[in-house]
Protein backbone atom coordinates (compact mmCIF):
# COMPACT_ATOMS: atom_id res chain seq x y z
CA UNK A 1 0.00 0.00 0.00
CA UNK A 2 1.36 3.82 -0.63
CA UNK A 3 1.87 5.99 1.89
CA UNK A 4 -0.87 8.61 1.79
CA UNK A 5 0.30 12.35 1.71
CA UNK A 6 0.43 14.64 4.54
CA UNK A 7 -3.22 16.01 5.52
CA UNK A 8 -3.51 19.64 6.50
CA UNK A 9 -6.48 19.41 9.13
CA UNK A 10 -8.78 22.26 9.83
CA UNK A 11 -7.92 25.14 11.65
CA UNK A 12 -10.15 26.12 14.53
CA UNK A 13 -11.16 29.16 12.05
CA UNK A 14 -13.49 26.46 10.13
CA UNK A 15 -15.37 25.85 13.29
CA UNK A 16 -16.66 29.06 12.58
CA UNK A 17 -17.16 28.22 8.69
CA UNK A 18 -19.02 25.31 9.70
CA UNK A 19 -21.54 27.15 12.09
CA UNK A 20 -22.03 29.53 9.66
CA UNK A 21 -23.06 26.95 7.19
CA UNK A 22 -25.22 25.54 9.25
CA UNK A 23 -27.26 27.74 10.21
CA UNK A 24 -28.07 28.71 6.66
CA UNK A 25 -29.09 25.85 5.77
CA UNK A 26 -31.34 24.78 8.47
CA UNK A 27 -34.49 26.81 6.71
CA UNK A 28 -33.33 25.51 3.37
CA UNK A 29 -32.91 22.22 5.23
CA UNK A 30 -36.29 20.48 5.49
CA UNK A 31 -36.07 18.13 2.64
CA UNK A 32 -33.39 16.19 4.25
CA UNK A 33 -34.90 15.73 6.88
CA UNK A 34 -37.31 13.37 8.37
CA UNK A 35 -39.18 15.56 10.96
CA UNK A 36 -39.81 19.00 11.60
CA UNK A 37 -36.67 20.99 13.54
CA UNK A 38 -37.43 22.35 16.80
CA UNK A 39 -37.23 26.32 16.82
CA UNK A 40 -35.81 28.21 19.79
CA UNK A 41 -36.45 31.90 20.15
CA UNK A 42 -34.36 34.27 18.42
CA UNK A 43 -32.06 36.18 19.84
CA UNK A 44 -30.77 39.53 19.36
CA UNK A 45 -28.02 40.30 16.77
CA UNK A 46 -24.20 40.62 18.36
CA UNK A 47 -22.97 44.39 17.76
CA UNK A 48 -20.00 43.10 15.87
CA UNK A 49 -22.21 40.90 13.68
CA UNK A 50 -23.73 42.36 9.80
CA UNK A 51 -26.39 40.71 7.60
CA UNK A 52 -26.25 40.61 3.88
CA UNK A 53 -28.89 39.58 1.65
CA UNK A 54 -26.93 38.02 -0.83
CA UNK A 55 -26.66 34.67 0.01
CA UNK A 56 -29.31 31.75 -1.70
CA UNK A 57 -29.49 28.30 0.04
CA UNK A 58 -25.76 28.80 1.30
CA UNK A 59 -25.44 25.05 2.54
CA UNK A 60 -21.81 24.81 3.13
CA UNK A 61 -18.72 26.76 3.99
CA UNK A 62 -15.31 26.02 3.19
CA UNK A 63 -12.39 27.98 4.15
CA UNK A 64 -8.82 28.15 2.18
CA UNK A 65 -5.79 29.00 4.47
CA UNK A 66 -3.69 30.35 1.59
CA UNK A 67 -5.85 33.17 0.70
CA UNK A 68 -7.64 33.73 4.02
CA UNK A 69 -11.40 33.33 2.48
CA UNK A 70 -14.42 31.77 3.34
CA UNK A 71 -16.09 30.24 0.41
CA UNK A 72 -19.60 30.44 0.86
CA UNK A 73 -21.42 27.83 -1.32
CA UNK A 74 -25.56 28.81 -2.84
CA UNK A 75 -27.75 26.34 -3.83
CA UNK A 76 -30.24 28.53 -5.39
CA UNK A 77 -33.31 27.36 -6.69
CA UNK A 78 -34.73 23.61 -7.24
CA UNK A 79 -33.76 22.40 -10.85
CA UNK A 80 -36.94 22.04 -11.93
CA UNK A 81 -37.95 25.37 -11.58
CA UNK A 82 -34.65 27.44 -12.82
CA UNK A 83 -31.71 24.94 -14.01
CA UNK A 84 -27.74 25.58 -13.64
CA UNK A 85 -28.10 28.75 -11.19
CA UNK A 86 -25.68 28.29 -8.44
CA UNK A 87 -23.04 30.46 -7.48
CA UNK A 88 -20.36 30.45 -5.03
CA UNK A 89 -19.35 33.77 -2.89
CA UNK A 90 -16.41 34.74 -1.73
CA UNK A 91 -16.61 36.10 2.45
CA UNK A 92 -13.79 38.47 3.81
CA UNK A 93 -12.63 36.69 7.79
CA UNK A 94 -13.96 39.45 9.32
CA UNK A 95 -17.85 38.68 7.91
CA UNK A 96 -18.09 41.28 5.19
CA UNK A 97 -19.08 40.65 1.55
CA UNK A 98 -15.54 39.89 -0.59
CA UNK A 99 -17.40 38.43 -4.28
CA UNK A 100 -20.86 37.78 -4.16
CA UNK A 101 -20.72 35.81 -7.24
CA UNK A 102 -17.15 34.89 -7.89
CA UNK A 103 -18.41 31.42 -9.63
CA UNK A 104 -21.44 31.98 -10.96
CA UNK A 105 -21.99 35.46 -12.43
CA UNK A 106 -20.73 34.65 -15.92
CA UNK A 107 -22.66 31.65 -16.77
CA UNK A 108 -20.67 31.16 -20.23
CA UNK A 109 -19.03 27.93 -20.26
CA UNK A 110 -20.27 27.41 -16.47
CA UNK A 111 -22.21 24.60 -15.12
CA UNK A 112 -23.23 24.49 -11.70
CA UNK A 113 -26.53 23.26 -11.17
CA UNK A 114 -27.52 22.58 -7.30
CA UNK A 115 -23.93 22.44 -5.45
CA UNK A 116 -24.41 21.46 -1.65
CA UNK A 117 -20.76 19.73 0.08
CA UNK A 118 -17.93 22.08 -0.70
CA UNK A 119 -14.34 21.46 0.25
CA UNK A 120 -10.61 23.09 -0.86
CA UNK A 121 -7.47 20.72 -0.91
CA UNK A 122 -4.34 21.14 -2.87
CA UNK A 123 -4.99 24.84 -4.37
CA UNK A 124 -8.42 23.34 -5.60
CA UNK A 125 -12.24 23.85 -4.63
CA UNK A 126 -14.38 20.62 -4.64
CA UNK A 127 -17.69 21.04 -4.75
CA UNK A 128 -20.78 18.38 -5.02
CA UNK A 129 -23.70 19.21 -7.46
CA UNK A 130 -26.27 16.50 -7.29
CA UNK A 131 -24.50 13.78 -8.97
CA UNK A 132 -21.40 15.42 -9.72
CA UNK A 133 -18.24 16.41 -8.63
CA UNK A 134 -16.30 19.75 -9.74
CA UNK A 135 -13.93 21.30 -9.10
CA UNK A 136 -12.40 24.86 -9.53
CA UNK A 137 -8.83 26.47 -9.60
CA UNK A 138 -9.01 28.51 -5.88
CA UNK A 139 -6.61 31.47 -7.59
CA UNK A 140 -8.95 31.72 -10.55
CA UNK A 141 -12.44 30.21 -10.01
CA UNK A 142 -12.01 28.01 -13.61
CA UNK A 143 -13.57 25.60 -13.79
CA UNK A 144 -11.00 22.10 -13.69
CA UNK A 145 -12.54 19.02 -13.88
CA UNK A 146 -15.23 16.99 -12.47
CA UNK A 147 -16.33 13.08 -12.15
CA UNK A 148 -20.08 11.87 -12.43
CA UNK A 149 -21.42 9.50 -10.93
CA UNK A 150 -24.61 8.38 -12.44
CA UNK A 151 -26.00 6.40 -10.11
CA UNK A 152 -25.97 8.90 -7.39
CA UNK A 153 -29.44 10.67 -5.94
CA UNK A 154 -27.65 13.56 -4.64
CA UNK A 155 -24.20 14.24 -2.99
CA UNK A 156 -24.34 16.39 0.03
CA UNK A 157 -21.25 16.97 1.69
CA UNK A 158 -18.04 15.84 0.81
CA UNK A 159 -14.34 15.52 2.00
CA UNK A 160 -11.12 15.44 -0.25
CA UNK A 161 -7.99 13.81 0.74
CA UNK A 162 -4.49 14.97 0.00
CA UNK A 163 -4.16 12.33 -2.74
CA UNK A 164 -6.85 13.80 -4.44
CA UNK A 165 -9.55 11.17 -3.37
CA UNK A 166 -13.07 12.41 -2.82
CA UNK A 167 -15.61 10.71 -0.21
CA UNK A 168 -18.91 11.83 -0.61
CA UNK A 169 -22.43 11.29 1.28
CA UNK A 170 -25.51 10.60 -0.24
CA UNK A 171 -27.95 11.18 2.33
CA UNK A 172 -30.55 9.29 0.02
CA UNK A 173 -34.42 8.57 0.70
CA UNK A 174 -35.79 6.89 3.32
CA UNK A 175 -35.34 3.51 2.13
CA UNK A 176 -31.91 2.72 3.98
CA UNK A 177 -30.42 1.03 0.58
CA UNK A 178 -29.94 5.00 -0.64
CA UNK A 179 -27.86 6.12 2.20
CA UNK A 180 -24.64 5.85 1.16
CA UNK A 181 -20.72 6.83 1.75
CA UNK A 182 -19.08 6.35 -2.00
CA UNK A 183 -15.24 6.61 -2.55
CA UNK A 184 -14.32 8.48 -5.71
CA UNK A 185 -10.18 7.77 -6.11
CA UNK A 186 -7.89 10.26 -7.87
CA UNK A 187 -8.58 8.44 -11.20
CA UNK A 188 -12.19 9.10 -11.07
CA UNK A 189 -13.79 4.98 -10.68
CA UNK A 190 -16.23 5.34 -7.87
CA UNK A 191 -17.24 3.01 -5.46
CA UNK A 192 -19.56 2.18 -2.79
CA UNK A 193 -18.06 1.88 0.74
CA UNK A 194 -20.70 2.18 3.64
CA UNK A 195 -24.76 1.59 2.83
CA UNK A 196 -27.55 1.39 4.77
CA UNK A 197 -27.73 1.31 8.50
CA UNK A 198 -25.59 2.60 10.50
CA UNK A 199 -26.40 5.54 8.26
CA UNK A 200 -29.38 6.96 8.92
CA UNK A 201 -29.90 9.94 6.38
CA UNK A 202 -26.41 11.15 6.81
CA UNK A 203 -24.97 14.53 6.51
CA UNK A 204 -21.38 16.07 7.62
CA UNK A 205 -18.46 13.99 6.54
CA UNK A 206 -14.99 14.20 6.97
CA UNK A 207 -11.39 12.65 7.21
CA UNK A 208 -9.76 12.48 11.27
CA UNK A 209 -5.77 12.97 11.83
CA UNK A 210 -5.96 8.52 11.00
CA UNK A 211 -7.43 9.20 7.24
CA UNK A 212 -10.53 7.47 9.03
CA UNK A 213 -13.74 8.82 7.65
CA UNK A 214 -16.75 10.39 10.04
CA UNK A 215 -19.51 11.08 9.60
CA UNK A 216 -22.85 12.57 11.56
CA UNK A 217 -26.65 11.39 10.66
CA UNK A 218 -29.07 13.98 11.49
CA UNK A 219 -31.72 11.17 11.81
CA UNK A 220 -30.03 10.44 15.22
CA UNK A 221 -27.06 11.66 17.66
CA UNK A 222 -24.65 9.21 16.04
CA UNK A 223 -21.35 10.08 15.40
CA UNK A 224 -19.64 7.01 13.09
CA UNK A 225 -16.05 6.24 12.34
CA UNK A 226 -15.20 4.01 9.72
CA UNK A 227 -11.87 2.74 8.23
CA UNK A 228 -10.89 3.39 4.95
CA UNK A 229 -12.42 0.09 3.78
CA UNK A 230 -15.71 0.68 5.27
CA UNK A 231 -15.94 -1.14 8.54
CA UNK A 232 -17.12 0.83 11.19
CA UNK A 233 -14.69 1.05 14.17
CA UNK A 234 -16.02 3.36 16.65
CA UNK A 235 -19.92 4.77 17.20
CA UNK A 236 -19.70 8.15 19.69
CA UNK A 237 -22.76 10.22 20.66
CA UNK A 238 -23.11 13.81 20.12
CA UNK A 239 -25.72 15.77 22.78
CA UNK A 240 -28.07 16.09 20.43
CA UNK A 241 -29.67 14.36 16.91
CA UNK A 242 -30.10 15.94 13.66
CA UNK A 243 -26.87 16.76 13.03
CA UNK A 244 -25.35 18.39 9.83
CA UNK A 245 -22.18 20.37 9.85
CA UNK A 246 -18.88 18.37 11.30
CA UNK A 247 -15.10 19.49 11.84
CA UNK A 248 -12.08 17.19 13.01
CA UNK A 249 -9.07 19.83 13.93
CA UNK A 250 -5.37 18.12 14.16
CA UNK A 251 -5.91 16.73 17.60
CA UNK A 252 -8.83 14.62 17.00
CA UNK A 253 -11.36 16.61 18.82
CA UNK A 254 -14.90 16.86 16.52
CA UNK A 255 -17.05 19.67 16.53
CA UNK A 256 -20.91 18.35 15.37
CA UNK A 257 -23.44 21.41 14.89
CA UNK A 258 -27.35 20.08 14.66
CA UNK A 259 -29.84 22.17 12.66
CA UNK A 260 -32.81 20.47 14.35
CA UNK A 261 -31.55 21.46 17.92
CA UNK A 262 -29.38 24.69 17.29
CA UNK A 263 -26.69 23.22 19.41
CA UNK A 264 -22.94 22.56 18.62
CA UNK A 265 -21.42 19.47 20.22
CA UNK A 266 -17.49 18.93 21.30
CA UNK A 267 -16.33 15.40 21.23
CA UNK A 268 -12.62 15.64 22.33
CA UNK A 269 -11.13 11.98 21.79
CA UNK A 270 -12.09 9.30 24.42
CA UNK A 271 -14.49 11.79 26.26
CA UNK A 272 -17.89 12.16 25.80
CA UNK A 273 -19.72 15.15 23.95
Given at each position: ??????????????????????????????????????????????????????????????????????????????????????????????????????????????????????????????????????????????????????????????????????????????ESASRRIYRIGSDGDPSVVVQGAPLARPHGVALDPEWNTV???????????????????????????????????????????????????????????
Amino acid sequence: MSRLPTRRFFPRRNVVAALFAACCAAAQDQDAADGPFSAGEPLDLSPNAGTYGGFRFAESMAYDEARDPYIAVNARIAQDVIPNDGYISLINPDGTAHTLKWIGADRSGLTLNHPLGSNVEGGLLYVADIDVVRWFDMATGEPRGCVVVGEALRFNDIEVGGDGTIWARQTGTRESASRRIYRIGSDGDPSVVVQGAPLARPHGVALDPEWNTVVVNINDDAVLTFSPGGELIRTERAVDGGNDGLVILDDGTKYVSSVRFGTVSRIRPGAPA
